[in-house]
């Protein structure tokens, strides 16, 4: 293989991941609505789909693996398989996590007092789409800023988790009877599906600042391991 | 078939080229194998121990020897290498190993002069120098104007030499620490050595024939070697009067004076090259 | 300390040619550093200025300050045979004295440079060398045969422990392994490893995956143009060199988008 080639390999990769985000986007996007909607056969959908994205997943592996064998890629080739591993590895799990958003979708029957819930899970939804989206934004354009904005815009998803899950926990009085129904337990793991997915996304984001910086966590990549690691856990 | 055609003719050609060089080969070494065999046939009759061991006798007597002249010839050789060896080796050495253009070029061509000069010059030239000076022939003048006529053969062939010594060697040394000289004198001559002690054989082989340069300096006797600065018989010049005179007798110990000293050539140079050549090979 | 090699604003020069211009670097003691960058581009010039070997081609000279152990190598009062003593070279092409034999051959510098040593401090620093070179094993028991009965990998460790026998600081290694095969230039390079415990280590080589693998330190030399000098582009750690490298240039050359 002469580098010419590797340089188009590269390119190709880019391409795929990029193909496959934009099925993750959209998996992410159906598997939602279909919870909010009830929608069975875009559930359904959803779960189908996530083969292609678990077959390019194991494609771009394959080609990171292959091109570093025998290319030995250094500086930015380097970090752009490094990345590309990286990065698919999280938008699989992200197409997972739809899965199992479009699974629940399947399962969650309608019940009475469910409306203030279903709000929440729209808002973290649609806030979730778009950290994905800036996400991927961030990749496809090699921009550290946007990467590193995914935090910040994570947050309000982490809020809207923690109050689904408190207002599920301690019910108010009106609530008693939704909170203790099977129905709860699927808003919960739910919610905690979408909270996760974004999470994915801002630890994708941290590897795509790596792409651009070379820092991993605002530090330079290559430096001593802390001293103190062991000694968290009490020993 | 066009194809068979060029291939067919290319054969021919290189077949026939082939043939040529064998030819010529040949043909080169027809003189060499003659000259060997016929003094071979001629001198070998005369040769026995007696003639390497006595004097000549006076005309008319038979039996005697060259004695004299064989050891008269190591003398002037040992004369000449001694003069020339350390001069013609050191020139060489400088020439290659301190390369100041300018002078280098100037010595390369002196040398190549000096080494045209027909030898009867150098010989009057000496004869001049010393044996006009001193006043009389001596083993000396004839040892210094044979030591002038190796000269520049053991100095270009040192030169060679050396600069055969890949600068790989010199700059292993240097970069050892090992200082200059040191790097010349132990590294880079000591593994030239071979090759320029071969030089330095072939040489010697070459003044050992000499004859014109010893008819105005070394002279000839009919005795034994009696000091540095007495004339001294020589196998070239002892080869060349007993050629001339008109006895049957002293033209077969002139024969037998010829092989004596073609051997002792073959001996030297020959005998050079397989040691040293097999020493040389084994440095590359 | 003593391995420290400082140069400031080098440059060298073969007559009118400039050869290297204005390198600064500071080379780490008791480290490998590694001096890449494509053919003609000073690199091996450089390394051959810090043992005073580029002014032994007629009209090679140099400017600028190499500071070794805290003097200037090229202060008029400093002898080059004794700078070069202290910092060894190893050759492109393996180059043992062919008529001496495998002791001799790492005995030459002691025996040569003046060092003096009776035979059994002698016979100590070959094997004490050869150990370190990690080719005592295979010819502790043919000392006496000529260094050039080696094979090409081995001839190169014997030379290696030819410069170790002196006990340089620092020494300096120009394309050590590319005339050898690669398990050889495994050889060399966990040699390489194993000195650097004692010894600081400066090579320049062609082949960028064994600047990656066996240097802590990089240094990339170009020459921009036809005709300029080398300089250098950039210096840094090797695993940001080959993973973050500062310079487009840099990048352009070890990631093989060069010219």
């Known amino acids: 293989m002469t580098r010419q080639s590797f340089h188009e390999g590269l390119k190709q990769l880019n391409y795929e991941i990029l193909r496959m985000a934009s099925l993750v986007v959209e998996a992410v996007d159906l598997s939602t609505q279909a919870l909010l909607t009830g929608d069975r056969k875009l559930a359904n959908s959803v779960i189908a789909g996530d083969d292609d994205i678990n077959e390019l997943s194991l494609w771009i592996e394959g080609q990171c693996l292959a091109l570093q064998a025998r290319q030995q890629p250094v500086a930015k080739d380097l970090r752009l398989l490094h990345v590309c591993l990286l990065v698919s590895l999280h938008l699989e799990r992200i197409g997972d996590l739809a899965v199992n958003v479009a699974k629940i979708a399947k399962r969650m029957e309608r019940t009475e007092g469910a409306e203030p819930y279903l709000e929440l899970l729209r808002k973290m939804s649609a806030q979730a789409l778009e950290v994905l989206r800036q996400g991927i934004k961030a990749f496809a354009d090699r921009d550290a800023e946007v990467a590193n904005k995914l935090e910040e815009i994570d947050e309000p998803i982490d809020e809207m988790f923690k109050e689904i899950l408190g207002r599920l926990l301690h019910p108010s009085e009106e609530d008693q009877e939704v909170a203790s129904s099977e129905w709860a337990t699927h808003v919960a793991l739910a919610s905690r599906y979408i909270e996760r997915i974004a999470d994915q996304v801002v630890d994708m984001g941290g590897r795509v600042a790596f792409l651009v910086t070379g820092e991993l966590d605002g530090k330079y990549f290559d430096r001593p391991l802390a001293p103190d690691i062991k000694n968290q856990f009490g020993e | 078939m066009k194809g068979d055609l060029n291939r067919s003719r290319r054969n021919l050609t290189s077949g026939f080229a082939y043939l040529l060089c064998l030819l010529s080969t040949a043909i080169a070494l027809i003189p060499l194998g003659l000259i060997l065999v016929y003094v071979i046939v001629q001198g070998a009759p005369a040769l026995n121990l007696d003639f390497l061991t006595q004097l000549p006798k006076p005309v008319g007597e038979t039996g005697g020897g060259m004695g004299n002249a064989i050891v008269g010839s190591l003398m002037l050789i040992g004369i000449a290498a001694a003069i020339g060896l350390p001069i013609g080796v050191l020139a060489g050495t400088y020439l290659a190993e301190f390369r100041s253009p300018r002078l280098s070029w100037t010595v390369r061509l002196l040398a190549d002069i000096l080494s045209g000069v027909p030898s009867i010059i150098i010989g009057v030239f000496v004869y001049t120098l010393l044996v006009l000076t001193m006043k009389r022939f001596s083993a000396l003048a004839g040892g210094v104007a044979l030591a002038v006529l190796m000269l520049p053969t053991v100095a270009r062939t040192t030169e060679e030499m050396l600069r055969m010594v890949p600068d790989t060697l010199r700059e292993a040394s240097l970069a050892l620490g090992i200082s200059r000289w040191r790097t010349i004198v132990s590294i880079v001559i000591k593994t030239a050595g071979g090759g320029i002690m071969t030089g330095i054989m072939l040489a010697l082989a070459r003044i050992a024939g000499e004859t014109a340069p010893l008819l105005f300096t070394a002279l000839n006797s009919r005795t034994w070697p009696t000091g540095l600065d007495k004339p001294v018989a020589s196998l070239p010049v002892q080869i060349y009067t007993y050629a001339i005179a008109p006895y049957a007798d002293w033209h077969q110990q002139a024969w037998a004076g010829s092989l004596v000293l073609v051997l002792m050539v073959l001996l030297l140079s020959v005998g050079s090259k397989l040691y040293f050549g097999r020493k040389m090979r084994s440095v590359r | ?259």
Request: proline share 5%; aromatic share 6%; with cysteine.
């Open chain 3, 1 to 259: 300390m003593a391995g420290c090699i400082t140069t400031k604003n080098l440059s060298a020069t073969f007559g009118d040619i400039r050869a290297i211009e204005g390198i600064s670097i500071e080379i780490t003691a008791n480290k490998v550093t590694a001096l890449i960058g494509p053919s003609g581009c000073g690199k091996s010039t450089f390394l051959r200025c810090i043992n005073r070997m580029h002014e032994l081609v007629p009209g090679a000279r140099t400017s600028g300050e190499i500071i070794w152990d805290g003097r200037d190598i090229y202060a008029p009062e400093v002898d080059a045979t004794e700078v070069r003593r202290g910092i060894g070279m190893v050759f492109q092409r393996p180059n043992p004295f062919p008529l001496m034999s495998i002791a001799d051959n790492v005995s030459a510098g002691l025996r040569l440079a003046g060092m003096r040593k009776n035979k059994a401090g002698i016979d100590e620093a070959v094997e004490r060398s050869l150990k370190l070179a990690a080719l005592w094993d295979e010819v502790k028991n043919k000392l006496d045969k000529p260094g050039g009965s080696l094979s090409g990998g081995q001839q190169q460790r014997l030379c290696i422990a030819r410069a170790l026998a002196v006990e340089p600081d620092i020494i300096l290694m120009d394309e050590p392994c590319s005339a050898l095969d690669p398990a050889s230039t495994q050889k060399i390079e966990d040699t390489m490893d194993q000195l650097k415990d004692n010894y600081t280590i400066v090579i320049v080589t062609h082949n960028m995956q064994q600047a990656a693998r066996v240097s802590d330190f990089t240094g990339f030399l170009l020459t921009r143009e036809t005709g300029e000098p080398g300089r250098l582009i950039e210096y840094g750690p090797t695993s940001k060199i080959f993973t973050m490298p500062d310079h487009k240039e840099t990048e352009n050359y070890i990631t093989g988008r060069f010219g």
